[in-house]
T-cell receptor, first 114, second 112 residues
Framework: AQSVTQPDIHITVSEGASLELRCNYS??????LFWYVQSPGQGLQLLLK??????LVQGIKGFEAEFKRSQSSFNLRKPSVHWSDAAEYFC????????????FGAGTRLAVHP | DVKVTQSSRYLVKRTGEKVFLECVQD?????MFWYRQDPGLGLRLIYF???????EKGDIPEGYSVSREKKERFSLILESASTNQTSMYLC???????????FGPGTRLTVT
């Protein structure tokens, strides 16, 4: 079945530490890929997106993500986490030919320790 | 900046009531979406609309209907609310061929 998997439900890191959030998808063709962030009580904000081209994409707030076709992955990274990064992060895909319906993963909740 | 607003942040309704959730966007976007968000399930698409008076079912349309009479406004209707519709509801919009969706702040609905 077509799906988006975020294997980590909760992650806790110390402020200043590096971060990697995992995302895997199972679609036949390369979909369009997104990472969104949801701060407490807020809607979702787009961090970055991948459609084609360079497989390392830069986003807002110092985030980047790397698309790896061989692993069907689109992991989100940040070299040094700030306390304000505590939020829930969602990976999403638009399947090839999927009009523009986003399919979301279950989300990863990030906690940041001082 | 694109702005997507939702009529209520919090709503409490009784079982069997008819519930209207309103969403308005100010960027002349063609596409509008309604999602529900539940812990451990992420966001699931209820309905979407790609033009005025046009609508398409998403992944979980049962128990819901929608209305889009004007381009900027997209309403989600719960004809007879049930407790299993207690959830966070998020509205989003996007421009024509763009896949980037802009989200409202959400409405947390409790059905008792």
């Amino acid at each position: 079945a077509q799906s988006v998997t975020q294997p980590d439900i909760h992650i806790t890191v110390s402020e200043g530490a590096s971060l990697e959030l995992r995302c895997n998808y199972s679609y036949g063709a390369t979909p369009y890929l997104f990472w969104y962030v949801q701060s407490p009580g807020q809607g979702l904000q787009l961090l970055l997106k991948y459609f084609s081209g360079d497989t390392l994409v830069q986003g807002i707030k110092g985030f980047e993500a790397e698309f790896k076709r061989s692993q069907s992955s689109f992991n989100l990274r940040k070299p040094s986490v700030h306390w304000s990064d505590a939020a829930e992060y969602f990976c999403a895909v638009v399947p090839s030919g999927g009009y523009n319906k986003l399919i979301f993963g279950a989300g990863t909740r990030l906690a940041v320790h001082p | 900046d694109v702005k997507v607003t939702q009529s209520s942040r919090y709503l409490v309704k009784r079982t069997g009531e008819k519930v209207f959730l309103e969403c308005v966007q100010d960027m002349d976007h063609e596409n509008m979406f309604w999602y529900r968000q539940d812990p451990g399930l992420g966001l699931r698409l209820i309905y979407f609309s790609y033009d005025v008076k046009m609508k398409e079912k998403g992944d979980i349309p049962e128990g819901y209907s929608v209305s889009r009479e004007k381009k900027e406004r997209f309403s989600l209707i719960l004809e007879s609310a049930s407790t299993n519709q207690t959830s966070m509801y998020l509205c989003a919009s996007s421009f024509g061929p763009s896949y980037e969706q802009y989200f409202g702040p959400g409405t947390r609905l409790t059905v008792t």
